[in-house]
């Protein structure tokens, strides 16, 4: 038979404590490891690319491998943001909190679109789209896509391990 002090003590530790939802400890171990979104972007003053300008840049280290398969589309699976008709603005935004939910994935796809609209024969758009990418933190390498993923009208990126 149990005597009442130890009830008591059971009962005073079982109160302290709370059941762990183990669901949602998970999803907080993998969010403490997240970045935070990028912020510290700044917004271009003259657009400097066509539509039919081919961008590229790559951080040191990357292999060329990986570049390689960036520019023939040879990628799985990459989650795409198609940011048409947003201005540069929306465009940042849009692009900041995409690369935040997306920061665990190895690849990325931006459309950003060709400009054809734009004034005087250059993209607007594009080119905030390659300045931001050069300026966040995350961001390894990008490439323009081939045709059947865009081709000068959108990049694949490849994103830093985290």
């Known amino acids: ?13 079982v109160e302290k404590n709370t059941p762990i939802d183990k669901d949602s400890h998970n999803n907080k171990s993998k969010s403490t490891n997240r970045n935070e979104a990028f912020k510290a972007y700044s917004y271009i003053t003259d657009a400097d690319l066509s ?20 520019k023939r589309g040879d990628i799985d699976y990459a989650p795409t943001l198609d940011l048409h008709g947003q201005s540069v603005i929306e465009a940042c935004e849009s692009l900041s909190n995409f690369i935040y939910h997306h920061q665990e994935q ?3 796809h931006i459309i950003h679109g060709k400009g054809y609209h734009s004034d ?6 594009k080119s905030q789209v390659v300045s931001y990418l050069k300026q966040h933190p995350q961001v390894m390498a990008f490439n323009s896509c081939p045709a059947k993923d865009g081709g000068t009208g959108a990049v694949f990126v490849l994103m830093r391990n985290t």
């Open 1 to 13: 038979m149990i005597n009442e002090e130890d009830k008591n003590l059971f009962r005073s530790t």
């Open 51 to 70: 539509g039919a300008d081919i961008v590229n840049h790559s951080q040191s280290g990357v292999s060329p491998k990986t570049i390689k398969k960036m």
């Open 106 to 108: 190895k690849f990325i």
């Open 120 to 125: 005087q024969g250059k993209s607007v758009l």
